[in-house]
T-cell receptor, first 114, second 113 residues
Framework: NAGVTQTPKFRVLKTGQSMTLLCAQD?????MYWYRQDPGMGLRLIHY???????AKGEVPDGYNVSRLKKQNFLLGLESAAPSQTSVYFC?????????????FGPGTRLTVL | QQQVKQSPQSLIVQKGGISIINCAYE??????FPWYQQFPGKGPALLIA?????SEKKEGRFTISFNKSAKQFSLHIMDSQPGDSATYFC????????????FGIGTKLQVIP
């Protein structure tokens, strides 16, 4: 089992450019999440999904969009990148419907917006 | 508004000492309190978790102490080792809705030889 994987690992963008971060999990988890991690701010939830075809906003959704077309994949898009979106992005998955609340995290994507 | 308040933000402990990280919450709907450990360049991973009907949970050198009336919980790392150097996040899960997990801001622990 690969667990949760994220692509790419690093990326540098110029202000205004767009990109998509890909998250994949092979644990058949229903729930998936996108977080950003910034110094002194902890982990903040951007968007989440409770199942294939569903998405919802988290704490800091502005400037991001997501899609969950397949159960195993969760995509995070930045339509017009801004320097404030420089961060480390983590994807996670869990199976709370099975009484399992542990979130499994990917290795992260370090994004720099110039 | 920080729903889970974590302190300190950084901690330096000598090898063999006890590391203590504290968290406090307000929301009485929280029903599951995990701690995550994150090594540099890696994603967080579940370390240990507790439910509010238990006052203490121990796994090896790691212990969670939980005080429901004070709405506080803490992580104790006994006999701290350099390999424990990492960032630790406390968290709390909401019992309702989609069972959202709220994380503290994290504590960077450094264990020096």
């Amino acid at each position: 089992n690969a667990g949760v994987t994220q692509t790419p690992k690093f990326r540098v963008l110029k202000t205004g450019q767009s990109m998509t971060l890909l998250c994949a999990q092979d644990m058949n988890h229903e729930y998936m999440y996108w977080y950003r991690q910034d110094p002194g701010m902890g982990l903040r939830l951007i968007h989440y999904s409770v199942g294939e075809g569903t998405t919802a906003k988290g704490e800091v959704p502005d400037g991001y969009n997501v899609s969950r077309l397949k159960k195993q994949n969760f995509l995070l898009g930045l339509e017009s990148a801004a320097p404030s979106q420089t961060s480390v992005y983590f994807c996670a998955s869990s199976a709370p419907g099975q009484g399992k609340y542990e979130q499994f995290f990917g290795p992260g994507t370090r994004l720099t917006v110039l | 508004q920080q729903q889970v308040k974590q302190s300190p933000q950084s901690l330096i402990v000598q090898k063999g000492g006890i590391s203590i990280i504290n968290c406090a919450y307000e929301n009485t709907a929280f029903d599951y309190f995990p701690w995550y450990q994150q090594f540099p360049g890696k994603g967080p991973a579940l370390l240990i978790a507790i439910r509010p009907d238990v006052s203490e949970k121990k796994e090896g050198r790691f212990t969670i102490s939980f005080n429901k009336s004070a709405k506080q919980f803490s992580l104790h790392i006994m006999d701290s080792q350099p390999g424990d150097s990492a960032t630790y996040f406390c968290a709390a899960k909401n019992s309702g809705g989609y069972q959202k997990v709220t994380f503290g801001i994290g504590t960077k622990l450094q264990v020096i030889p």
